[in-house]
């Protein structure tokens, strides 16, 4: 069964610091790896990406906050998330693209609350 077990989400005062996790299972042939965020009211963004080659994508919005990494088995992505601000609440969703033709295949999202 195809699966992205997420984790790390909680509520963290500002400039503190989280570490999401994602691990992949029974997903073959993972193209990218990556974080999008959903705040109430507002559409799905971009957060971080990395491709099975190591390559990286920030938002502006994170860059030099957000760290994205992954496992040698490019199969677990983390997200370190420091000097966290309460711009950065929402749910977090893992995201992958897959197999020959990078099918998309969603988490369920964990929340990120960022208090005052």
């Known amino acids: 069964q195809v699966q992205l077990l997420e984790s790390g989400g909680g509520l963290v005062q500002a400039g503190g610091s989280l570490r999401l996790s994602c691990v992949a299972r029974?997903?073959?042939?993972?193209?990218?790896m990556g974080w999008y965020r959903q705040a109430p009211g507002k559409q799905r963004e971009l957060v971080a990406t990395?491709?099975?080659?190591?390559?990286?994508n920030y938002a502006d919005s994170v860059k030099g906050r957000f760290t994205i990494s992954s496992d040698n088995a490019k199969t677990t992505v983390y997200l370190q998330m420091n000097s966290l601000k309460p711009e950065d609440t929402a749910v977090y969703y893992c995201?992958?693209?897959?197999?020959?033709?990078?099918?998309?295949?969603w988490g369920q999202g964990t929340q990120v609350t960022v208090s005052s």
């Open positions: 995201n992958v693209l897959y197999g020959s033709r990078r099918y998309p295949y």
């Open positions: 029974s997903i073959f042939i993972i193209n990218v």
């Open positions: 990395i491709t099975s080659d190591d390559r990286i």
